[in-house]
């Protein structure tokens, strides 16, 4: 094992519009959701994955080389953090430290850079860092996300920082097999008109191991989303209580049957069957707990997958 070479490229907007409730921080969302004062979410889930593998290496007493760009896109996070005792850390000049924000041609760029000098190439970020990296390498060199994105379709992510650490270990060891993995994203023009639909990219080589995420999140509700609204409507609903309606077509389907349509992708707010908040953000659901002291979370797993609000 020793003697690999490891690459890891940080989107550092990857997730920052989420507490703002944001459907995504590409581009403009990005930058936007910076000048509010949005917490960068991306270097905590990069320093949470690198802790993570330096412990496993130091298990099995073995190192990697990791090449990195400059600054906020890798090198500056590991230097705040304490020192790696397995991981050599190697920053390749591919952009200018200076630049703020940075964009997805950074992105790109700094993936060419790297392609040639790495056995696997680790991102940081969501569905619109997946497509970057797919526009960059294509299936040139195995390829292996950690989640930090408020969209995070693709199956070509670990389902968490410590698991993308356990995946890295089984390539580095012989004991994952690559696969191509779909690169998806959000259909930007339904996206508009408040239905989620999926466009396929491309695919990406990724290490399949436990801890990967098996396929695209699957939507449309699935078998049995009518009884439960139902359900929830005729015997769950109470009067006098603020219900927070998490994203998703079970609970919109809930909504309706309440007699209120939510939005498909936000959180809305309802009470004594009126919405008194739609698409709401972080600080907005907080002051609305405030105003209203009982409150009920209603949530829905992510269909395919099992998760409650998504990976990132």
Request: charged letters at 25%.
């Amino acid at each position: 094992m020793t003697g690999r070479v490891l690459g890891l490229i940080v989107n550092p907007l990857a997730g920052i519009g989420g507490r703002l409730g944001f459907k995504g921080s590409d581009g403009a969302y990005g930058v936007r959701a910076l000048m509010m004062g949005a917490e960068l979410v991306a270097p905590r889930r990069t320093r949470a994955f690198l802790e993570a593998l330096d412990d496993a290496l130091d298990h099995l007493g073995s190192e990697v080389r990791l090449l990195m760009p400059p600054g906020r896109m890798g090198a500056s996070i590991v230097g705040e953090m304490h020192r790696l005792r397995h991981i050599a850390v190697e920053a390749v000049p591919c952009v200018d430290p200076r630049i703020w924000p940075t964009t997805a041609h950074d992105t790109v760029r700094c993936a060419r850079a790297l392609q040639d000098r790495v056995d696997l190439l680790i991102f940081v970020g969501g569905d619109g860092t997946a497509r970057d990296i797919l526009n960059a390498v294509d299936m040139r060199l195995p390829v292996l996300g950690i989640p930090s994105g408020v969209k995070v379709y693709s199956s070509v992510f670990a389902v968490n920082p410590q698991a993308a650490a356990r995946v890295v270990i089984a390539f580095l060891e012989g004991r994952a097999r690559l696969e191509e993995r779909l690169v998806v994203d959000v259909d930007e023009e339904e996206f508009r008109r408040d239905r989620l639909v999926l466009r396929t990219f491309g695919k990406l080589l990724v290490p399949a191991a436990e801890g990967v995420v098996e396929s695209p999140k699957t939507m449309g509700g699935g078998e049995g989303v009518e009884d439960i609204a139902r359900f929830f409507a005729d015997e769950l609903y109470r009067d006098c209580t603020l219900y927070i309606l998490g994203p998703g077509q079970t609970v919109a389907r809930i909504a309706e049957y309440l007699g209120v349509k939510k939005t498909l992708l936000g959180v809305d707010a309802l009470h004594n069957r009126r919405l008194v908040g739609r698409d709401l953000d972080e600080k907005s659901l907080l002051e609305l707990t405030e105003r209203y002291p009982r409150s009920v979370l209603v949530l829905s797993p992510i269909g395919g997958q099992g998760f409650i609000l998504g990976r990132g």
